[in-house]
């Protein structure tokens, strides 16, 4: 399966059912009943779809991540997140689509979490940004009502949460929609590292932190996944400027060669770098 980690409309109203503390009623709004067949001409370039597939068919989904991460021994901390409410200083499409990719991951690591409260609190967010870059209807297609019978179980929730991906076949149909759907796991992919390096620096245990270093560690060989995507935006201003910190990132930890060296002074260069970069993208 060709995947692009989006979570909006239908699916994510009755996943935050799940998680308990509001009732329906309050996201009955966002529910769609039936969904219009994306008629939109298939004009994207071979090229890039390929690149597009080959890339994110070779990284692992940030909700993966996420749940790994929840089994390290720290307490949830939801002052680590982005404020569901925050307004972007820019208003651009990218990063519209970035701040999509930032707040599922928030919203991942509430639902691991059992925080319903919170999980309501960025699917509000999801939706409404969704819904701003056209992208609903694609998830709402997907889903359908597969969430609906699953309401009572969290795994498969996560499951179902894990498999709202972008097909190439059913979304993909543009190069601006590729180009959205990068930029949207580019901030997942950002939020993922910021939360391991935060929920990394609260382990105590020696075991379970070089089990954390090592995890931030394996993502070298997936960040130079996605700036080897990202390299086919070189006219985009902002996309560059993000892919030119993703780089230096991955050089950082590329250049160390067996995670057993990844001592505490590399951990806090790298984090350091990651923190920065997301703060930037959220300012």
């Known amino acids: 399966m060709n995947k692009l980690f989006f979570a909006a409309g239908i699916s994510l109203s009755l996943l935050s059912v799940s998680c308990g503390d509001k009732p329906s009623e309050e996201i009955a709004e ?4 039936e969904t219009p067949k994306d008629t939109t001409p298939i004009t994207v370039n071979e090229e890039t779809k390929f690149k597009f597939d080959f890339a994110i068919a070779n990284i692992p ?18 002052a680590l997140l982005v404020d569901s409410k925050k307004q972007l200083a820019t208003n651009s499409e990218f990063s519209k689509a970035v701040a999509l990719g930032i707040y599922n991951i928030d919203m991942s690591y509430a639902m691991v979490n059992n ?16 819904d701003e870059l056209g992208l609903k209807n694609a998830v709402d297609q997907m889903v359908g009502k597969r969430a609906e019978k699953n309401l009572g179980n ?3 929730l996560l499951t179902i949460l894990d498999e709202i991906f972008i097909k190439s076949d059913s979304y993909l149909r543009t190069n ?20 391991t390096c935060k929920i990394a620096e609260g382990v105590k245990d020696p075991a379970t932190k070089e089990k954390a270093y090592k995890h931030l560690w394996d993502q070298r060989f997936y960040l130079k ?3 080897d995507l990202l390299n086919d935006y070189k006219d985009k201003k902002e996309c560059v400027a993000l892919n030119d910190e993703l780089k230096k990132i991955h050089a950082d930890i590329d250049a160390i060669k067996d995670p057993k060296d990844l001592k505490d002074a590399d951990f806090k260069k790298i984090s350091e770098k990651i923190y920065a970069l997301r703060a930037s993208l959220m300012k």
Request: hydrophobic share 35%; aromatic share 10%; no cysteine.
């Open 225 to 227: 996944n996605l700036t």
């Open 176 to 195: 601006e929609r590729v180009y959205t759907a990068s930029a949207v796991f580019a901030g997942s992919w950002v939020e993922s590292l910021y939360l």
């Open 115 to 130: 925080k319903g409260e919170d999980v309501l609190k960025y699917m509000k967010t999801v939706v409404k940004t969704s």
């Open 154 to 156: 969290k795994d498969s």
């Open 30 to 33: 966002n529910v769609t009943t």
């Open 61 to 78: 989904s940030p909700v993966g991540s996420i749940n790994e991460l929840s089994g390290w021994g720290v307490d949830y901390n939801n």
